[in-house]
């Protein structure tokens, strides 16, 4: 009997095992196929995407890693858009006031563009996005107080002493796209680079035309 019981989670195993590498290789078989259709460029060398991860989520967390690196055209600009992948240890507290720390994954979506007349450093982050264990990255910064209901939806951040150059950013056809089409997303500016942030893995065939149709119609106001 205890054999069996043994040889019955030795096949339940092995079956989880194949699952997951079956459910992997078809993710990736549909992954390239979309790349290809777009007419993208896999990145060959996954190390060379963390020259490409924005200020705002350099060192943090543990575990970092960069997948399903590509090169693409945005009109005429060139860009590169990957997966970045972090791991943070979050405490929690329940009703009793047990305290239990656990690990928690992030992943985010990059699509960075190069050389933009974006001119400074601003970080127009999605409400909510200082949650996801960011904070101590705006020590340093000053929050910009902007009119409208653009602050409802983000938290708009430059280095002390940028703020004018923050808001020849923010000019009010930015700031309409932003909030007609960009809500889902953050963004960092930074040295004439500019990236478009999103909180998840949004590289795959339903997430990635109102991706690139809001990068385009961005970067048309911005360029």
């Avoid at 040889?7 to 079956?15: E, F, G, Q």
């Avoid at 777009?38 to 989520?57: F, H, R």
């Amino acid at each position: 009997m205890k054999i069996l019981t043994l040889l019955a989670i030795a096949v339940l195993t092995a079956s989880i095992i194949w699952l997951a590498y079956y459910i992997n290789k078809k993710q990736r078989e549909a992954l390239l196929a979309l790349a290809a259709s777009l007419g993208w460029a896999a990145v060959p060398d996954a190390s060379a995407l963390y020259g490409y991860i924005p200020k705002s989520l350099q060192n943090q967390g543990i575990r970092q890693y960069c997948d399903d690196g590509f090169s693409l055209k945005i009109g005429t600009v060139d860009a590169i858009i990957f997966t970045y992948t972090y791991v943070t240890e979050e405490t929690t507290t329940d009703a009793n006031g047990m305290t239990t720390t656990h690990e928690q994954n992030h992943t985010h979506t990059l699509l960075c563009f190069a050389d933009t007349k974006a001119v400074g450093e601003m970080h127009i982050h999605k409400r909510g996005f200082m949650r996801l264990g960011h904070e101590f990255f705006y020590q340093g910064q000053k929050r910009l107080s902007l009119e409208g209901d653009f602050n409802k939806y983000f938290d708009v951040f430059v280095p002390e002493g940028e703020q004018i150059e923050g808001l020849e950013v923010l000019e009010p056809t930015v700031m309409e796209v932003i909030l007609d089409s960009g809500k889902d997303y953050s963004i960092d500016v930074y040295q004439g680079n500019l990236w478009i942030i999103a909180d998840n893995n949004c590289i795959n065939k339903k997430a990635v035309p109102p991706l690139l149709a809001y990068a385009q119609l961005l970067l048309s106001k911005i360029n």
